[in-house]
C-alpha cells in the first residue's frame, strides 16, 4: 500500500508528471471549473477537494470523467479530452490545492439563504399524514428527498438535496423541521408541517455530520475541513459561532462526529486527531465551552449508553473500543471489537431484562453484542459478510442487520434479540445490495432499502415477515422515522 501510494508524487516529481499537472490545471480551467468552482470547493458540482474524492476509488473518478454521471450534469470527456490528460486529471484532483482551503465565518455567513420564513408559514401540518409516523428517505442515486407517509406508504414530498447527504438527518424536539448535512458541507433546514425548504447554510468544505440540541435551539455540525465546529441558529439555521477542534496543546483536528445527549443537555463531540472527546452544554443560556475529556485513542465514531452516561468509543485504527465515564472523565472499560465496528449504527435492546449493545463490523463478518452492565464482549455472530447498518424496534423480536460488502450483500439478517441467533435471512431482490432498515412509529411495519440505482424501499410488515409495498428508488440509503427520532427510541439510531 506504502508503495503504490508514492506513485503518484515520485511521478509528480518527474518533469513529465509536472508537465501534465501543468496540463491538468489548465483543462480544470477549462472543462470543469465552471461547475465545481474556481478552488474545487463546489459549485452547482460537487467540491473536487481530496477529502471529497478519498472515499472514490482512482478508477472510479477515471470512469466518471470520461464517461460521466448518469441522472446528473456530470457529462462524459472521452472525446474532449485524450486518456492521459484524463489520467493528468485524476491526479490533480487527488492533490491538495495550491492554496490550503479554508472556509471562513464571512463565507459560512455568505452561504446563508432563507428560502421560507417561517413567520410566514402555518404551524401545523399541511397535509393529512400523521406527522409522527412520517419517514425521511434520502434517495442517494440521485441526491433526493422524500416525505413519505408511514401509515399509506405513499410519497408526499420529493426535493433535491446537495451532493451526497451522509449521516442521519435530525429533527427539532417536536418533529416540525429536519436538519440535513451534505458531505460537501450543506447544512438544509426543511419544514415537514408545510413541506418545504427553509434554509440553507454551507458551515464547512467537508462536514461529518450535524445535531441538534434538546431545546431544538441548536444546531451544532463537525467538520472535517476546516476542522471544527459550527453553530447554528436552529430557526433558520443563521450562523452563530465557530469553534477551531484544537487540543489541550494546540493540535488541530477534524470533527469525527457530534451527537446530542439529551438527558444530559449537552453535545457530545469525538475528535479524529487529537486524544479527546469534548461536551458542550447547551442549558440556559450555553458558551459553548468544551470542557475536554482525555481519551484513550483518536476516536472515529461512538454510541452512548441507554442513560447518556457513559460512552463506547472506537478508532477504526485500533483493534478495539474504549468506555469512558461522562461524568467523572474516566475509561472505565476496554472492549475487543475486531473489525472495525460502526458504532454509529449500532443499538441497544433489554435482553432477560439487561441492556446489550450490538454493532455490525465493516471489516469482519460477525455482530458483536456486548453486555452494557459489565462491557463484557458476550457474543460475536458470524454473519454471510461485513454489515454496516443494524436497527431494531421495542415492538420487534428481532434487530435486522445487512451484509453490505462482499457476495452475499442482498442478504439481510433477522438476529433474535434473546437467543442472539440468527433467526432468519432474507434476500428481498437478489443480486442487489439490501440495507438499512427503519420501523414505523409503532414498530408493526418496517421499510427496508434495495441500495441499487434500479433499487426499491420495501416495506415489510415486522411480524409476519410478509412484503407489503415496494415502491422503486434510485439508491435509497437512509430513512427515519420522525416519531422514533424525537423520542430517542429504543432500537433506532441517535
Ligand atoms: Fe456513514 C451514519 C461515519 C461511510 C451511510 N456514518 C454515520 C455516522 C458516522 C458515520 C459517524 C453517524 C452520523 C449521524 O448519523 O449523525 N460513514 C462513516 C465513516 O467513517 C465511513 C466508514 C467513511 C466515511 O468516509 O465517511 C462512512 N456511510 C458511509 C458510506 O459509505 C455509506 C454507506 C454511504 C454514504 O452515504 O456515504 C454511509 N452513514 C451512512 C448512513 C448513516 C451513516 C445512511 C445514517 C445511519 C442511521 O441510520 O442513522
Redesign the pocket.
Known amino acids: 500500500m506504502k508503495a503504490l501510494a508514492l506513485v503518484p508524487l515520485l511521478w509528480m516529481a518527474s518533469a513529465q508528471g509536472s508537465a501534465a499537472l501543468d496540463q491538468a490545471a489548465l483543462d480544470y480551467q477549462q472543462h470543469c471549473q465552471q461547475c465545481h468552482g474556481a478552488n474545487r470547493f463546489g459549485a452547482s458540482g460537487p467540491a473536487l477537494l481530496p477529502e471529497s474524492l478519498s ?1 472514490i476509488k482512482p478508477a472510479e473518478i477515471r470512469q466518471v470523467i470520461a464517461s460521466g454521471r448518469p441522472a446528473s450534469q456530470m457529462s462524459g470527456f472521452a472525446k474532449v479530452l485524450s486518456s492521459a490528460r484524463i489520467d493528468g486529471l485524476v491526479t490533480y484532483l487527488q492533490q491538495p490545492p495550491a492554496i490550503p482551503p479554508t472556509w471562513s465565518d464571512a463565507e459560512i455567513r455568505a452561504s446563508h439563504q432563507v428560502l421560507n420564513a417561517v413567520d410566514s408559514l402555518p404551524g401545523t401540518p399541511q397535509h393529512a399524514a400523521d406527522p409522527l409516523n412520517l419517514f425521511v428517505v434520502v434517495e ?1 442515486g440521485d441526491h433526493h428527498i422524500n416525505i413519505l407517509d408511514g401509515d399509506r406508504f405513499t410519497v408526499l414530498a420529493r426535493f433535491a438535496s446537495h451532493f ?1 447527504v ?3 438527518p435530525k429533527f427539532s424536539p417536536d418533529g416540525r423541521f429536519v436538519y440535513f448535512a451534505s458531505r460537501d458541507g450543506w447544512v438544509s433546514q426543511y419544514d415537514l408541517h408545510n413541506l418545504k425548504l427553509i434554509a440553507e447554510v454551507r458551515a464547512g468544505l467537508n462536514t ?2 450535524l445535531a441538534v440540541s434538546k431545546d431544538g435551539r441548536w444546531v451544532l455540525v463537525g467538520n472535517y475541513l476546516p476542522g471544527n465546529l459550527v453553530l447554528l441558529d436552529a430557526r433558520d439555521l443563521t450562523p452563530v459561532k465557530t469553534i477551531a477542534a484544537v487540543g489541550q496543546d494546540g493540535t488541530p483536528s477534524r470533527v ?2 457530534v ?1 446530542t445527549a439529551p438527558p444530559r443537555d449537552s453535545f457530545i463531540v469525538a475528535l479524529k486527531d487529537v486524544k479527546e472527546v469534548w461536551e458542550l452544554s447547551s442549558a440556559g443560556q450555553p458558551d459553548f465551552v468544551p470542557r475536554r475529556i482525555a481519551a484513550e485513542d483518536f476516536l ?2 461512538f454510541s452512548f449508553s441507554p442513560d447518556y452516561r457513559q460512552l463506547l468509543a472506537t478508532s477504526r485504527k485500533a483493534n478495539g473500543g474504549q468506555v469512558i465515564d461522562l461524568d467523572s472523565g474516566q475509561v472505565l472499560s476496554r472492549i475487543a471489537l475486531p473489525g472495525m465496528p ?1 458504532l ?2 449500532g443499538t441497544w435492546w433489554r435482553r432477560n431484562g439487561d441492556w446489550v449493545f450490538a454493532t455490525p463490523n ?1 471489516s469482519q463478518g460477525l455482530i458483536s453484542v456486548i453486555d452494557l452492565k459489565t462491557w463484557r464482549l458476550i457474543k460475536e455472530i458470524p454473519t454471510l459478510g461485513p454489515g ?2 443494524m436497527r431494531s424496534h421495542a415492538n420487534s423480536a428481532y434487530a435486522w442487520t445487512d451484509v453490505f460488502f462482499g457476495p452475499d450483500n442482498d442478504a439481510i439478517h433477522l438476529i433474535d434479540k434473546q437467543t442472539l441467533e440468527i433467526a432468519h435471512t432474507l434476500r428481498p431482490m437478489p443480486g442487489k445490495t439490501a440495507a ?1 432498515v427503519e420501523f414505523s412509529h409503532d414498530g408493526r411495519y418496517l421499510l427496508l432499502s434495495i441500495w441499487a440505482n434500479d433499487g426499491a424501499l420495501i416495506v415489510y410488515d415486522s411480524q409476519t415477515l410478509e412484503e407489503v409495498k415496494r415502491i422503486p428508488m434510485n439508491k435509497p ?2 430513512k427515519y422515522n420522525v416519531g422514533n427520532k424525537i423520542e430517542f427510541a429504543e432500537g433506532t ?1 441517535h
Do not use: E, L
Request: no cysteine; aromatic share 14%.
Open positions: 472515499r442517494a451526497a451522509h449521516g442521519g461529518r455530520n469525527s462526529a451527537y472515529d465514531d460502526h454509529g449504527s465493516i454496516f447498518f438499512h440509503s437512509g439510531s
